[in-house]
């Protein structure tokens, strides 16, 4: 499969989750999982976005830094100007928060809900030099989308 079909199958079963969503948790954790089982990123994970602070939330990978501040960081950095942020290189961007020194490139995708309002960041990170490009960068933006309504249900 090729990326575009694997980013279209993780989609699809991702918008089927969307669906019979219940529990933040369970709907994020299983998105992860999702991408996880089509791609070998070395990590992927949501940190919610709380209080003015990002707080590790569902990922497949190794043990991850638990909270991270607006002040620097690539996660920070999508925060703050609502907008994905691609990494070619982690070691050349400055503040970067390195959870595990075997990443070498990283995207971050803001997660919105229905209002417009930030509620997380999908945070993938590869162990491979400029891992993701404008095709990641789409079709994460279209996955991240699908999410904005399990954020203005009640279980959160
Ligand atoms: N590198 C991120 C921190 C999170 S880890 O990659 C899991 C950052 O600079 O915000």
């Given at each position: ?108 995708i803001p997660t919105f809900d229905s209002n417009g309002q930030i509620r997380a960041v999908l945070d993938i990170d590869s162990i491979h030099f400029d891992s993701f490009d404008d095709t990641d960068q789409n079709y994460l933006e279209q996955i ?13």
């Amino acid at each position: 499969m090729n990326k575009q079909e694997s980013y279209k199958w993780a989609s699809k079963r991702i918008r089927a989750q969307v669906q019979r969503h219940v529990d933040i948790v369970a709907t994020c954790a299983n998105t992860t999982a999702i991408l996880k089982e089509y791609f070998e990123f070395f990590w992927v994970g949501f940190y919610f976005y709380r209080n003015e602070h990002l707080i590790l939330g569902p990922f497949q990978g190794p043990p991850a830094c638990v909270k991270l501040t607006l002040d620097k960081g690539v996660c920070a950095q999508a925060v703050k100007e609502r907008k994905t942020i691609l990494v070619p290189n982690v070691h050349d961007f400055p503040g970067h928060v390195a959870c595990d020194e075997r990443s070498n490139s990283e995207i971050v995708i803001p997660t919105f809900d229905s209002n417009g309002q930030i509620r997380a960041v999908l945070d993938i990170d590869s162990i491979h030099f400029d891992s993701f490009d404008d095709t990641d960068q789409n079709y994460l933006e279209q996955i991240s989308g699908q999410l904005a309504s399990i954020w203005n249900c009640a279980s959160e």
